[in-house]
Nanobody, 123 residues
Framework: VQLQASGGGVVQPGGSLRLSCEAS????????WGWFRQAPGREREFVGV????????VLIDSVRGRFTISRDNTKNTTYLQMNNLKPEDTAVYYC?????????????????WGQGTQVTVSS
């Protein structure tokens, strides 16, 4: 199983970025896809998840209304669209997945991880 995250970069406050995570080696459509972030000196933080099946999403309070998570089963890719970025969003962002047909909210239960992509929000 391989998860390839991309799309990070440097952006000014108020800007936008879209992260992508392409997966291979598993049945993409059967998996929920989580996004996480880790800022320097802090623990990894769950950001949100998109479900298998109906594609419903859950996002943490601090990003709700600014971030959206989506998935394209035809491309084996999940996306994290980040709008109105703030300096406190600066972190390395990771995608991850749990076992098939498991919808996991929070840090525990994810077994496959991407390599991370750096997002820096700075003026």
């Amino acid at each position: 199983v391989q998860l390839q995250a991309s799309g990070g970069g440097v952006v000014q406050p108020g800007g936008s970025l879209r992260l992508s995570c392409e997966a291979s080696g598993l049945n993409f459509s059967r998996h929920a896809w989580g996004w996480f972030r880790q800022a320097p000196g802090r623990e990894r933080e769950f950001v949100g998840v998109v479900a298998y099946g109906n594609g419903g999403t859950v996002l943490i309070d601090s990003v709700r209304g600014r971030f959206t998570i989506s998935r394209d089963n035809t491309k084996n890719t999940t996306y994290l669209q980040m709008n109105n970025l703030k300096p406190e969003d600066t972190a390395v962002y990771y995608c991850a997945t749990a076992r098939p047909n498991h919808f996991v909210i929070g840090n525990d239960g994810y077994i496959y991880w991407g390599q991370g992509t750096q997002v820096t929000v700075s003026s």
